[in-house]
């Protein structure tokens, strides 16, 4: 059989073979779809299609015209990447045949085979062999072995309820990760609620918090979280687990009004919340370079935050909604170069906001080279630095590149995502010493004799309001309060030098 390959069915020559084995991937990674459908070395339209039924396209991935209309039936972001991808694996697989010699000549044995996901190679009989698990396959994990038995006599397994051969790749799907991950989110963006309403409404209610520029800024961005957690939780349990569990008709496919008016609520949640981030670092940074001037007004942060995170959005819909190829699927298929309207105003808020996390340390550093003798500066600039990573997204930068799907990374996704509002919210308001303050003498006032032998016990090592800069001269010294989000004073000296709004 030189010069050819073999399919689970037929010893195809090589260029019928890449052909068959292309068209069969889409109908193996693909079996919902209802718009193409494999027939021979075509994918041929449906009734559901887009195309003309009865419309065949050459399962040819070396023509971009096939691959562009075979990829605009595909409904999710990566789907055209896996389709090609397994594509070019069968191929591979053919050379493979061609290239290795015939170990076993004359011996019973399994042949070398291309099962439709995975290359095996000519096995002896009673052997179980092993192929690492192939990062095309829904929800795969690859750091996992699928295997194909070699029976007695020489043969593949055939599974007997189908009459063909078998292919074992069910450690290459743990059933449980899809909705691993749809449950994680789910945790993950309850604490950021359960954390993140309380502290909205505590700044709130003390009128010597809400007045203060910073705190308004600081609602704002708890807000932007709040809104990414519950729209994030209706798009999971909506559109996500509805995918998972439905066999046929899901919210993707039914490609309603309100899947897409969801998707754009998701995109712009998560756009004004970058906006927000940069909307912070650039107030933080402009008070400590500005010799720590507080802005007369912030109506330029809320066009910023709310209203400017809108025109990427918008841009973005409008384009999806006139495009006929792009407007399926409730807008998750990939848009190509259109994505970057969303992609390049986030990235740059991520940009600027590591550009003003760099010199903020530059400026603390240099502050504490006049006070070399001072390691508690020290130990607090270091706190300070750890408290302006969740504030600016610095840790947005683990994976801002996603390298198709895996399950760690997917994992470590969701936590970066929906922890950060909790997290912030934790150290700016939670554990806050003012919020404190203020806590404590409400409580004082309603219940004087619960606080009568406890002056001052509610003292937060965390501030997250004030940095005093320390400068010495000829004449003595001189000392300013300053702008930062965390206490660099004792605590005897900050409630001496007061606080700076």
């Not at 399962?59 to 691959?67: C, E, G, K, L, W």
């Not at 802005?295 to 910023?304: A, D, N, T």
């Not at 603390?364 to 706190?383: C, G, I």
Request: net charge positive; glycine share 6%.
């Amino acid at each position: 059989m030189e010069g050819y390959c073999q399919t689970r069915f037929h010893y195809l020559n090589q260029k019928l073979f890449n052909l068959l084995t292309c068209s069969m991937c889409y109908q193996y990674l693909f079996p919902k779809n209802k718009e193409l459908r494999s027939k021979g070395l075509f994918l041929e339209a449906t009734s559901e299609s887009r195309y003309k039924e009865g419309t065949q396209i050459l399962a040819n991935i070396s023509n971009s015209t096939f691959v562009r209309n075979v990829c605009k039936t595909l409904e999710a972001e990566g789907d055209c990447a896996r389709w090609t991808d397994c594509c070019n694996s069968a191929i591979k697989c053919c050379k493979d045949q061609l290239a290795a010699p015939f170990l076993y000549n004359g011996t019973s044995h399994c042949p070398r085979i291309w099962d439709g996901y995975g290359c095996f190679g000519d096995t002896l009989p009673g052997v179980r062999e092993y192929i690492q698990c192939p990062s095309y396959i829904e929800h795969g994990v690859t750091h996992a072995n699928a295997f194909k038995d070699c029976t007695e006599n020489g043969s593949w397994y055939v599974d007997p309820l189908t009459n063909k051969t078998w292919t074992d790749y069910t450690s290459c799907v743990p059933i449980e990760h899809p909705m691993i991950l749809v449950y994680m989110s789910l945790a993950c963006n309850i604490i950021s609620l359960l954390l993140l309403v309380p502290s909205c409404a505590i700044f709130l209610a003390f009128k010597q918090l809400r007045s203060q520029h910073r705190i308004k800024l600081h609602i704002c961005f708890f807000t932007s979280f709040i809104l990414v957690s519950v729209v994030a939780l209706m798009w999971d349990f909506l559109v996500h687990s509805n995918r998972l569990t439905t066999s046929a008709d899901s919210t993707l496919q039914k490609n309603t009004s309100g899947c897409k008016l969801l998707n754009a609520l998701l995109r712009y949640t998560q756009t004004s919340n970058y906006f927000w981030m940069f909307c912070e670092g650039f107030y933080l940074h402009r008070l400590i370079v500005h010799a720590f001037k507080v802005p007369k007004g912030l109506l330029g942060y809320y066009v910023m935050g709310w209203g400017i995170a809108w025109v990427p959005v918008v841009i973005y819909c409008i384009i999806r909604a006139t495009d006929e190829d792009l407007d399926e699927r409730c807008w998750v298929t990939d848009a190509g170069h259109y994505e970057w309207i969303i992609f390049i105003p986030n990235v740059l808020c991520l940009f600027m906001n590591v550009v003003f996390f760099v010199n903020i340390l530059r400026i603390l550093l240099t502050q504490l080279q006049s006070h070399p003798n001072e390691p508690s500066n020290y130990r607090r600039a270091l706190k300070a630095t750890f408290v302006l990573i969740p504030l600016f997204g610095i840790q947005w930068g683990f994976v801002i590149h996603r390298p198709g799907f895996t399950l760690w990374y997917e994992v470590v996704r969701i936590i970066v995502q929906y922890t950060q509002g909790a997290i912030v919210s934790l150290v700016f308001c939670i554990f806050n010493g003012e919020v404190h303050s203020h806590l404590k003498s409400c409580l004082r006032k309603k219940w004087p004799s619960a606080f009568r032998d406890d002056p001052g016990r509610f003292q937060s090592t965390v501030s997250g309001t004030q940095y005093s800069h320390v400068s010495s001269g000829r004449r003595g010294t001189q000392q300013t309060d300053h702008y930062i989000p965390l206490n660099t004073v004792p605590d005897d000296q900050s409630k001496q030098n007061g606080h700076v709004g």
